[in-house]
Nanobody, 126 residues
Framework: QEQSEEPGGVSVRTGGSLRISCVVP?????????VAWFREAPGKEREGVAI??????DYAAFAKGRFTASRDDPKNTLSLEMNNLKVEDTAQYIC????????????????????WGQGTQVTVVS
């Protein structure tokens, strides 16, 4: 299943897979820009999913081995493929980009990002 970054969410059953995407404005997207996927669930702090300034190289522990992030530079598009989804993966997934520079890694936090997509609500049901 594939979901673009549009209003409305998507529901997936546990164990299922989903690919979501977002388009970053050309004025913000440039070569080796730091881009990331975050997720946010009600009552929980926003947390990083994957990040990188060329290929996505830094993944959160919960994502490693299940999620794959990628970038299509000519289309200014970021994608996140999620496999073996669990109920606890339910969250709004949001793409982000930073023109600030500096170290591009999940442990930097989200304060450096100056562009945020509108997000895609993903609900995983048993």
């Amino acid at each position: 299943q594939e979901q673009s970054e549009e209003p409305g969410g998507v529901s997936v059953r546990t164990g299922g897979s989903l690919r979501i995407s977002c388009v970053v404005p050309p004025a913000i997207y440039f070569r080796n820009v730091c881009v990331a996927w975050f997720r946010e669930a009600p009552g929980k702090e926003r947390e990083g999913v994957a990040i990188g300034d060329h290929d996505f190289t830094d993944y959160a522990a919960f994502a490693k081995g299940r999620f794959t992030a990628s970038r299509d530079d000519p289309k200014n598009t970021l994608s996140l493929e999620m496999n073996n989804l669990k109920v606890e993966d339910t969250a709004q997934y949001i793409c982000a980009a930073s023109r600030v520079g500096g170290r591009c890694a999940l442990d930097v936090g989200y304060g450096m990002f100056d562009y945020w997509g509108q997000g895609t609500q993903v609900t995983v049901v048993s």
